[in-house]
């Protein structure tokens, strides 16, 4: 018997100890009509030849482990940037609890939004009761300060008016009528969840914008965009601008309802861009962008008022957030501190340093178009090579900026561009033409363990290792722990390559 | 008579207190959820008296944030998905399959990706096109891509999302057509998430998928033998239906076939030749079972493997239902396990003790893990179910002592009030309450995922329960919440 009270085996060994393991051989050599051993490798083998990478790329309708999610995850997460907001998704509820539980086992903190329960008498009759009633309940229930709607496919599919059944349930004073209850249709099965970002964006922004009269002030509007580093990123764009002396307001704020502390409260709201400078947020003289792809309708609406727009693929590394320092400086009209400016020479000087381990590693690099471009960029500072990057949300355009950027660096050169494709995709291109290391977020350990490259969790969703998103990776500071990530991996590597006690250990260094 | 929990009358006001929050048509509908366990008449039996009042498994009060989920996580995440030779379509929009890749820990053994799909996320990934023109067409290809990628897989299931059902695909006439062109089991699965009001209706649906779809199969050969039977409703969360296999082994008996948890589609197909049919999740799996008794005959009986009372007491259950030698072999075997329940009880009942739960769960734990914290020592305070139906709450009242609050489709306003006003000792439930709960300071295990833990059936399982209650119970960080200049204000 393997199990003891004073070791305890849990999963992780129980089903490595003899009397499990002839269990198992058991039940697959009697029960389980397996394929035989042989025959499982032959397919193994042949699934990352290049016979099969041709038969997999040319798919046409099978998806396979795609890196993108839908619309009103991006949805809610624009939302829950807001002071006490509460996220509305009209249509089935299952949906609801999915997005919930997809954001808590990311940030590790509770993730607040409710449903308008729709089943099949609402598929027949339309939402209008379950908005109604479910508005009038959210309310008394959450005490909230807005309400953001939008909605799961369902309610897509049946054509449901959403600002018809808010303005009916203002009559019918499910909510004041003076209470704001922006909403966006938000439909599944139109791009991925940077888009349900953008259109949840545009229509709080519009609700608060409508029928403002503009007065232009030096103010500048920044919206973050999907970012799963949000807590960490946020803080640190705030740092920078307060240390420039900027006037700013972050569109959608989540870093503090993301990081609750425990002290014995649950607080469903935190912190949040503030309702009034929501609406005050008309008169910036521009807003930037922090990633292109979460805001090209948002920023439509922002040149419509009259503002001033720019958009940049989530600044990360040297070359990133000069830019968009520089740019800011360009809108505000403040000089860049020496604080700053030391810190980038900080972030250089930790680069020279270790540019030996990392001068012409090549990385396979996949995640939303904006982290991509910006991953890419960053590696080839380093002296990496960006062999393959994909993004499964990406679109052609996104492709031609990506070959445009690889083009403006030497260490871009032969890279390959991969947008719409799916991680299954990925895994025949590495399995053919394998690259040092892998940059992405959990779903790629799968890759790691199947083709032995090294990941490095750098994007939403990280799901098996904690709290990383409460360092940023924005900014010279968060470029240097970006910096540190890939170097640990490379590093680590290293001594496993080299850790066998009398046989590989030749060069188990001390110093490296 | 004295209530068998101390403050019963507490919660009888808690729920008053609780209700009034609510708007008055919400208020009537959601009282009829809430209640608290009932005294035993005389001449009644704690099946029909304890919680039968209860009202479950009508649809959730809109706006209310309920804590459940929908038809297609019943089908593909709990009762498909863990079927590992067969390659499961997330058939719609992209979402659904996503939140659900890789999340129960359906554990399995084989090749990923090569012969087993457990940890995939397949998706026909519709378009506006695909919800304007339909989605058969790309359904089809879908399946010849499958069949050409994964030539491994042993039949393909398609679960429906919410758009299927609206825009009049016929799924059922694809599945007929593909399994002549590649001769493999489709399984067409109407379980779209606007479907009945809970996961609840998932799972009657793919077992009326199972009956319809699978059953006939032609299965594989095995030497069948008077003692084989099939583990129903264990999905291998954390390896549970190993640590459950491995006592049946124990006391003589052959597992066929493994539902769902580990399954493959063989087991799927064997399984009407067994002699008995055992039962742990009875909520999910219930209708399959009568299914079988009725058309091959097989009878079904329910067991329950959390903590050595239920475990015992289930050896024997289900081995009265054999011969002497199985008979003699389950009494060793509770004799064989007996040292190890002492020690396990020796180390952490001192630490666990007196210690109050409350549980919110999906619809077999909120009764069956009961037992398992009283032999620790522990206490129920109160108990509720996601999707659990009138059947489920008779079978609580055997397990639940008079006074527990007891809880149907609970909102998330009303189970933070029930924490907060009781302050149990640990609250067993689900990741979307983990985070809200810890934040008030109370320790938390999820109950559906074992917390990344397990396994928690059987002998091997008890041990792992017992010190994951403790570490979660008696971990120093609920002692440093108050900064020490706060503590006096």
Same mark, same amino acid.
């Given at each position: ?32 009509n397996?394929?035989?051993a ?24 099978l ?11 991006g ?17 089935s ?15 590790k903190?509770p ?6 329960s ?12 379950n ?51 922006p909403?966006?249709?938000t ?15 545009k229509?709080?922004?519009g ?10 002030n030096?103010? #500048? ?12 990123? #946020? ?18 704020d ?5 990081d ?25 003289k ?6 292109e ?18 958009a ?40 020279a340093d ?12 996949y995640?939303d178009p ?47 561009v991969w ?16 690259t040092?290391?892998? #940059? ?7 890759l790691e ?24 990776t924005w ?12 170097l ?9 390559d ?7 250990? #030749? ?6 | ?9 507490d ?19 959601r009282?009829k ?7 035993v008449?005389d001449?009644?039996?704690e ?11 009508v ?57 087993s ?6 998706t ?10 339909g ?48 001769g493999?089991?489709i ?9 009945g009001?809970s ?7 793919a077992?009326?998928?199972?009956r ?6 032609e ?14 409703g ?38 009407? *030749? ?11 799996m ?14 079904w009986?329910e ?45 952490? *009942?001192?630490?666990?003790?007196g210690?109050k ?19 620790l ?10 999707f ?5 709450? *008779? ?16 909102t998330?306003?009303?189970?933070? *009030? ?10 067993g ?14 320790p ?17 399982g ?10 979660a119970i ?16």
């Amino acid at each position: 018997m393997p199990q003891s009270a004073d070791k305890v085996l849990d999963h992780t060994k129980l089903f490595h100890e003899p009397e499990y393991k002839q269990m198992l051989e058991n039940k697959r050599a009697k029960y389980e009509n397996a394929t035989p051993a042989p025959q499982v490798t032959e397919i193994l083998d042949w699934t990352k030849s290049w016979d099969y990478r041709e038969k997999n790329l040319a798919r046409e309708a099978l998806v396979v482990n795609p890196a993108k999610a839908c619309q009103p995850l991006g949805a809610v997460f624009a939302a829950a940037g807001y002071e006490g907001t509460m996220s509305f998704v009209h249509g089935s509820q299952g949906c609801v609890a999915y997005y919930r539980s997809h954001l808590s086992r990311h940030f590790k903190e509770p993730a607040s939004a409710v449903s308008s329960s729709m089943t099949e008498d609402a598929a027949v009759f339309g939402g209008l009761v379950n908005m109604v009633d479910g508005l009038a309940n959210t309310y008394a229930l959450y005490e909230p300060k807005m309400i953001a709607v939008s909605t799961t496919c369902m309610a897509e599919v049946i054509g449901d008016d959403l600002n018809s059944f808010i303005l009916q349930a203002k009559d019918k004073e499910s909510v004041p009528a003076d209470f704001d209850v922006p909403f966006a249709h938000t439909p599944a099965f139109v791009g991925s969840h940077v888009d349900g970002y953008d259109n949840m964006q545009k229509g709080i922004l519009g609700h608060f914008w409508k029928d403002a009269k503009r007065k232009e002030n030096q103010s #500048i509007n920044i919206i973050p965009g999907f970012d799963g580093y949000a807590v960490g990123n #946020i803080r640190e764009l705030n740092r920078m601008l307060d240390a420039m002396g900027v006037s700013y307001t972050v569109l959608s704020d989540v870093s503090d309802v993301y990081d609750t502390p425990s002290d014995g409260q649950f607080r469903m709201y935190d912190g949040g861009t503030r309702l009034d400078a929501a609406k005050k947020a008309v008169n910036a003289k521009a807003t930037v962008s922090m990633q292109e792809y979460c805001t090209r309708k948002t920023l439509e609406l922002c040149e419509k008022v009259g503002q001033q727009t720019a958009a940049f693929h989530y600044p990360m590394g040297v070359g990133g957030t000069d830019d968009f320092l520089v740019k800011i400086s360009e809108l505000s009209g403040k000089a860049i501190p020496d604080s700053l400016t030391l810190e980038r020479g900080r972030l250089v000087d930790a680069m020279a340093d270790s540019q030996a381990y990392l001068h012409g590693k090549t990385y396979a690099i996949y995640g939303d178009p904006d982290f991509v471009y910006a991953m890419a960029r960053f590696v080839m500072e380093t002296g990496g090579e960006p062999t393959h990057c994909l993004a499964t949300n990406g679109s052609k355009e996104w492709k031609e900026q990506m070959e445009a950027l690889l083009a403006s660096s030497p260490f871009g050169k032969g890279c390959q561009v991969w947008a719409g494709k799916d991680l299954w995709h990925l895994r025949s291109i590495l399995a053919t033409e394998p690259t040092d290391l892998l #940059i992405g977020n959990s779903y790629g350990k799968y890759l790691e363990r199947d083709l032995g490259i090294p990941l490095i969790r750098l994007t939403f969703p990280i799901f098996d290792r904690h709290h990383h998103h409460r360092f940023p990776t924005w900014g010279y500071q968060g470029g240097l722990n970006v910096l540190v990530k890939i170097l640990d991996t490379v590093l680590d590597k290293l001594d496993t390559d080299t850790g066998t006690l009398g046989e590989t250990d #030749i060069s188990f260094d001390l110093t490296r | 008579m004295a209530k068998d929990l101390e403050d019963g009358a507490d919660h009888t006001s808690l729920i008053e207190e609780v209700l009034a929050a609510y708007p008055k048509k919400a208020q009537k509908r959601r009282a009829k959820h809430l209640s608290t366990a009932g005294p035993v008449e005389d001449g009644e039996t704690e099946i029909v008296s304890k919680c039968d009042t209860v009202k479950s498994n009508v649809k959730s009060v809109p706006g209310v944030m309920t804590i459940r989920g929908c038809a297609y996580a019943g089908s593909k995440g709990v009762v498909w998905g863990p079927v590992k030779d067969m390659v499961h379509i997330s058939h719609g929009p992209v979402g659904c399959g996503h939140y659900s890749w890789s999340q129960r820990r359906n554990y399995y053994t084989g090749t990923t990706g090569v012969d087993s799909f457990v940890t995939f996320q397949f998706t026909t990934d519709f378009q506006e096109k695909d919800i304007v023109f339909g989605g058969d067409k790309k359904l089809e290809k879908t399946i010849d891509e499958i069949n050409e990628l994964f030539p491994l897989s042993k039949a393909i299931s398609v679960q429906s999302e919410c758009p299927i059902g609206l825009i009049g695909d016929d799924i059922e006439a694809v599945a007929k057509k593909k399994k002549k062109d590649i001769g493999k089991t489709i399984v067409p699965v109407r379980c779209e998430g606007f479907r009945g009001v809970s996961q609840s209706l998932g799972h009657h649906i793919a077992n009326d998928c199972i009956r319809d779809w699978v059953l006939d199969g032609e299965g594989s050969e095995y030497e069948a033998t008077d003692y084989d039977v099939n583990i129903i409703g264990d999905y291998n969360i954390g390896g549970d239906a190993w640590s459950s296999r491995i006592l049946l082994e124990e006391i003589g008996l052959n597992v066929v076939g493994s539902w769902s948890g580990d399954a493959t589609l063989a087991e799927m197909e064997n399984a009407p *030749k067994a002699k008995l049919n055992l039962i742990h999740c009875y909520r999910s799996m219930n209708y399959i079972c009568r299914h079988m008794e009725e058309n091959h005959g097989v009878p079904w009986m329910e067991y329950n493997f959390f903590g050595p009372s239920q475990i015992a007491a289930s050896l024997r259950a289900i081995a009265a239902k054999f011969d002497k030698t199985i008979q003699d072999k389950a009494e060793e075997v509770i004799a064989k396990y007996q040292p190890l329940v002492d020690e396990v009880l020796a180390k952490y *009942k001192p630490r666990l003790e007196g210690k109050k739960v409350m549980l919110y769960v999906g619809g077999l734990r909120p009764r069956h893990v009961v037992t398992a914290y009283h032999d620790l020592g522990m206490e129920i305070a109160g108990t509720g179910y996601e999707f659990a139906h009138g059947d489920d709450y *008779k079978r609580t009242g055997e397990y639940v002592k008079e006074g527990t609050l007891i809880y149907d489709d609970v909102t998330g306003y009303e189970l933070e *009030k029930f924490i907060e006003k009781i302050r149990p000792d640990l609250v067993g439930s689900g990741i979307k309450e983990k985070y809200p709960t810890q934040k008030m300071g109370i320790p938390f295990r999820q109950m559906h995922s074992w917390d990344y833990s397990g396994p928690y059936h059987g002998y091997d399982g008890f041990a792992i329960f017992a010190r994951d209650m403790d570490l979660a119970i008696n971990n120093p960080v609920w002692g440093l919440f108050d900064a020490p200049w706060k503590k006096s204000a």
